[in-house]
């Protein structure tokens, strides 16, 4: 079986930068958050369950899902969060089961991109877990500009996510984007090839 290994981070802090990077490099990486987008497409799993739950309202025109509208419903009501949650999570967790398993039988190493790994207990799937860490206030200055959000707005999202110092504290291994893209690549590179500098402290 292949050596698997989970990368994961916080909003605007370079996750992809690093899997665009290995995926040049020729390496397989499973994207959790497009896997959800394609279950979500008309007919798909997801897309499925999600209007027999909560209608037809759901649904625009086109036949695509409503996510404005589906994101209100579910984060307005705390038994709807659990639901989506528990239901959402589970049909997931199988499809990203069955890439890894797939591929586990064709690739020496591959990579799994899963921005919840720590929150949803995906640990245990890895033998490695890579997290992209920034420091706070860059991290906030980078996701205002990238997305053009005011500061009050970029902090409550994140203040809805486990902090990356949290997340320090679970990762196998630390990649510092406190820098240029060009030193996370390096720290990248060290690691693909068995160098040991970016190592936990």
């Not at 739950?53 to 307005?76: C, T, V």
């Not at 659990?82 to 020496?108: F, H, M, P, V, Y």
Request: glycine letters at 6%; hydrophobic letters at 40%.
């Amino acid at each position: 079986m292949g050596k698997i290994i989970g990368i994961t981070g916080g909003i605007a802090s370079g996750k992809s930068t690093v899997t665009n990077f290995l995926r040049q490099k020729g390496f397989q990486v499973v994207d959790a958050d497009a896997v959800v987008h394609d279950l979500q497409k008309p007919g798909g799993h997801l897309y499925q369950v999600l209007v027999q739950h909560f209608g037809q309202k759901i649904i625009l025109e086109n036949g695509e899902l409503n996510r404005p509208l589906l994101a209100s419903l579910i984060f307005s009501n705390p038994e709807e969060r659990e639901w989506s949650k528990q239901t959402q999570g589970e049909i997931i967790r199988e499809e990203l089961a069955a890439l890894r398993d797939q591929l586990a039988q064709t690739e020496a190493i591959f990579f799994m991109d899963i921005p919840l790994l720590f929150e949803q207990d995906y640990s245990a799937w890895f033998d490695e877990t890579w997290l992209i860490y920034v420091d706070y206030d860059i991290q906030l200055e980078r996701f205002m500009k990238r997305d053009h959000l005011s500061k009050e707005v970029a902090k409550s999202r994140l203040s809805a996510q486990w902090s990356l110092a949290e997340k320090r504290k679970l990762a196998s291994r630390i990649l510092d984007n406190n820098g240029s893209r060009d030193q996370l690549v390096s720290q990248v590179v060290k690691l693909l090839e068995g160098g040991d500098s970016c190592a936990r402290d």
